[in-house]
């Protein structure tokens, strides 16, 4: 079954479209974690077990398991996560030449979908597009201040760039499985790539921490109902100061979040 289908019965079953970024910084994880073998994955385990009815999809951003502990941990994650029956969106911004890109790809046996980076061009994303199951999130105007540098560059058609990237993920959609990253700082530029390209669920970091606006993110970040909107420091460093509790704390950021993300649904 398509990625986004899933996504769609995943999203009606648990009525919602918050994904629970799981970015799991060691140096914020409760002290009484962090004796376990492996202390991301003790804490993923809880922060999954308090959030999973009000998660779309887990978002592991891999810079937090690039390690080899970090990996296993992140083993354990995706695989406790498909357990509970969330599916598991990997942010690890991926592309490459193409011996290397495939390489890339393997991870899509693990994770049900990838951020990517289109930065290299079609060829570089291939085996990622190729993969009719897996869902793929192209990097299109990005959250981040600095993400004008470049995604805001003005082509000889008049058009920005993150326009353009908007029209070519769409041509590379021909499998169903294409969605762009638009981040919730950018109201307009949601807009705007939603008129643009209304058939492409876009996943909308930038909620939580970067303040970004979640009604933009509802309003324009759902194709037909599907598309994911973020939120990783947010929900799971929301109990900081809670100890032994910090999960049930994460898991009612996660509810609220939830309802209000929900307020702005159709
Ligand atoms: O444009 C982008 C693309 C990816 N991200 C990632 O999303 C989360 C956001 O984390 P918060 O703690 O909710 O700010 C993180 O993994 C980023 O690397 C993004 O923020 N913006």
Not at 16 to 22: A, C, D, F, K
């Given at each position: 079954?398509?990625?986004?289908?899933?996504?769609?019965?995943?999203?009606?079953?648990?009525?919602?479209?918050?994904?629970?970024?799981?970015?799991?910084?060691?140096?914020?994880?409760?002290?009484?974690?962090?004796?376990?073998?492996?202390?991301?994955?003790?804490?993923?385990?809880?922060?999954?077990?308090?959030?999973?009815?009000?998660?779309?999809?887990?978002?592991?951003?891999?810079?937090?398991?690039?390690?080899?502990?970090?990996?296993?941990?992140?083993?354990?994650?995706?695989?406790?996560?498909?357990?509970?029956?969330?599916?598991?969106?990997?942010?690890?911004?991926?592309?490459?030449?193409?011996?290397?890109?495939?390489?890339?790809?393997?991870?899509?046996?693990?994770?049900?979908?990838?951020?990517?980076?289109?930065?290299?061009?079609?060829?570089s994303l291939q085996p990622f597009l190729a993969n009719?199951?897996?869902g793929v999130f192209v990097l299109c105007r990005t959250?981040?201040?600095?993400?004008?540098d470049l995604q805001d560059l003005e082509l000889e058609?008049?058009?920005?760039?993150?326009?353009?990237?908007?029209?070519?993920?769409?041509?590379?959609?021909?499998?169903?499985?294409?969605?762009?990253?638009?981040?919730?700082?950018?109201?307009?530029?949601?807009?705007?790539?939603?008129?643009?390209?209304?058939?492409?669920?876009?996943?909308?970091?930038?909620?939580?921490?970067?303040?970004?606006?979640?009604?933009?993110?509802?309003?324009?970040?759902?194709?037909?109902?599907?598309?994911?909107?973020?939120?990783?420091?947010?929900?799971?460093?929301?109990?900081?100061?809670?100890?032994?509790?910090?999960?049930?704390?994460?898991?009612?950021?996660?509810?609220?979040?939830?309802?209000?993300?929900?307020?702005?649904?159709?």
């Amino acid at each position: 079954m398509n990625f986004f289908d899933r996504l769609h019965d995943r999203i009606v079953t648990v009525d919602s479209v918050v994904s629970v970024g799981l970015d799991a910084d060691l140096s914020r994880i409760p002290d009484h974690l962090l004796d376990y073998d492996l202390p991301r994955w003790a804490f993923n385990r809880r922060i999954i077990d308090a959030t999973h009815e009000h998660a779309a999809a887990f978002k592991p951003n891999a810079a937090f398991y690039e390690d080899p502990d970090g990996w296993a941990a992140l083993e354990e994650t995706i695989a406790y996560a498909h357990g509970k029956g969330v599916p598991v969106l990997l942010d690890a911004k991926r592309a490459d030449i193409g011996n290397t890109t495939r390489k890339y790809a393997e991870i899509l046996e693990r994770a049900d979908a990838i951020t990517v980076n289109p930065y290299m061009g079609r060829d570089s994303l291939q085996p990622f597009l190729a993969n009719e199951e897996a869902g793929v999130f192209v990097l299109c105007r990005t959250s981040n201040p600095g993400g004008a540098d470049l995604q805001d560059l003005e082509l000889e058609t008049g058009e920005p760039l993150y326009e353009r990237v908007a029209a070519l993920a769409d041509l590379w959609n021909e499998n169903d499985n294409v969605g762009l990253v638009v981040g919730a700082t950018k109201p307009e530029e949601l807009e705007e790539l939603r008129e643009q390209v209304p058939d492409l669920p876009f996943l909308v970091p930038g909620v939580g921490a970067q303040g970004g606006d979640a009604e933009a993110a509802v309003e324009y970040g759902l194709a037909g109902g599907v598309g994911l909107i973020n939120s990783s420091r947010g929900i799971i460093f929301a109990g900081e100061d809670a100890g032994e509790a910090f999960a049930n704390v994460s898991g009612q950021a996660a509810k609220r979040l939830k309802k209000r993300l929900n307020q702005y649904r159709e």
